[in-house]
């Protein structure tokens, strides 16, 4: 652990005399599965929210860290309470706060704070900042020491500055996952400017896949939904795509050969990149958003020949996420979800596993009361 760590957890450490209780679900190993556990949270400072949580969603990556199935980039400290896609209501607002009151929606995404000095946290891409970040779970924790304990809990307190306003046009649960799958997809459709006029495709139809599709769409692109499974077309449709091709189909995806102007990739399993920059025109961009385990070769050549590009991108900054929930809000958007009891979380991860959801697991954390 670097000294700069050390130097933050001992600060953070010191400072805590007060603290509160929270009920989470937590896991206690990689095999342990999540279960009922109390937690410690910090006392509401002046510039702090305090939150009843409402509802969590429920990521992929959520899955991945309590399995600790990212060790290698992500190492999984436990206990480990999940959740970075959380919607909840003030029940108390710091004196220093200025933009929320207390029964007030409120949400917290992926990060609860970051440096605020680095140059990406000054041009809001908070994201990115050289701190690192402090994310939701499983951070280095500066307040309490160990690390920072997500959504799956009956409360939260965060900073002001890392809280978003939810419209009360949007339905709580459904506007839970807007704020990982919504924001992921969001920040590389606006970063690459997809507009009207412009073909886009989407590469999986899952929790993220869905979330583009209807962006795209609302940005007025063609959007064709690129799928292993054929039983996901009409759903494809009813979400927005104009059409969908069988990527196993080669003479499908042969037709589709450099008519794109952009691909969204949100696939997190190994596969082949190479033909989707076939299907870029020439200056054409695939982006992921996907975090397969393991290295993906790419061939050369697809991209010298026609000044492709291939590029990544991860969630986006606050300023961003508060647009796109706004947006969401004008637009009616929100996440097709399941919405689940808490209790139920062990059985939802079996099932995320195998892809068995539509399109996105909300746990209603009000049975934890």
């Not at 190492?75 to 929320?100: D, L, N, Q, W």
């Not at 609860?112 to 701190?131: I, L, M, N, Y």
């Not at 080669?250 to 989707?276: C, P, R």
């Not at 996420?321 to 009891?341: K, W, Y």
């Amino acid at each position: 652990m670097s000294e700069t760590i050390q130097a933050t957890l001992a600060e953070g450490a010191a400072a805590t005399a007060k603290t509160c209780v929270a009920r989470a679900y937590a896991a206690s190993g990689a095999s342990s599965g999540l279960a009922p556990a109390n937690i410690r949270r910090r006392a509401p400072r002046p510039q702090d929210l305090q939150l009843e949580v409402l509802f969590c969603g429920v990521c992929h990556s959520d899955l991945h860290q309590v399995r600790s199935e990212w060790q290698k980039t992500m190492p999984t400290v436990y206990p480990c309470v999940p959740g970075h896609e959380i919607v909840g209501r003030v029940t108390k607002a710091g004196s220093a706060v200025r933009e929320f009151k207390e029964g007030d929606l409120a949400a917290v995404g992926c990060m609860v704070d970051s440096c605020r000095t680095c140059a990406a946290c000054r041009e809001g891409q908070e994201q990115f900042c050289e701190g690192p970040a402090t994310f939701t779970y499983n951070s280095p924790d500066k307040h309490l020491g160990g690390v920072t304990y997500g959504g799956y809990s009956d409360s939260l307190v965060v900073d002001e500055a890392f809280a978003l306003r939810v419209s009360d046009r949007l339905d709580p649960a459904g506007a839970a996952p807007l704020l990982c799958a919504g924001i992921t997809t969001y920040s590389p459709l606006r970063h690459w400017n997809v507009r009207s006029g412009q073909k886009v495709g989407v590469v999986g139809l899952g929790g993220l896949g869905h979330m583009a599709v209807k962006f795209a769409n609302a940005f007025g692109a063609r959007v064709v939904v690129f799928t292993t499974s054929p039983g996901k077309a009409e759903d494809a449709v009813r979400l927005g795509a104009h059409d969908v091709v069988v990527s196993r189909n080669a003479a499908e995806m042969q037709k589709e050969l450099g008519s794109f102007d952009f691909i969204l990739d949100t696939v997190s399993a190994v596969h082949d990149l190479n033909a989707y920059l076939d299907l870029l025109k020439r200056d054409g961009t695939l982006t992921l958003v996907g975090a397969p385990e393991a290295p993906m070769p790419v061939g050369v050549f697809s991209l010298l020949f026609r000044r492709r590009q291939l590029a990544g991108s991860l969630i986006g900054g606050l300023r961003e996420t508060q647009d796109m929930l706004d947006f969401c809000a004008e637009h009616g958007i929100t996440a097709e979800v399941e919405v689940i009891p808490i209790q139920q979380i062990n059985e939802a991860y079996d099932r995320l596993a195998r892809s068995d959801v539509k399109y996105r697991f909300v746990a209603d954390m009000a049975s934890l009361k």
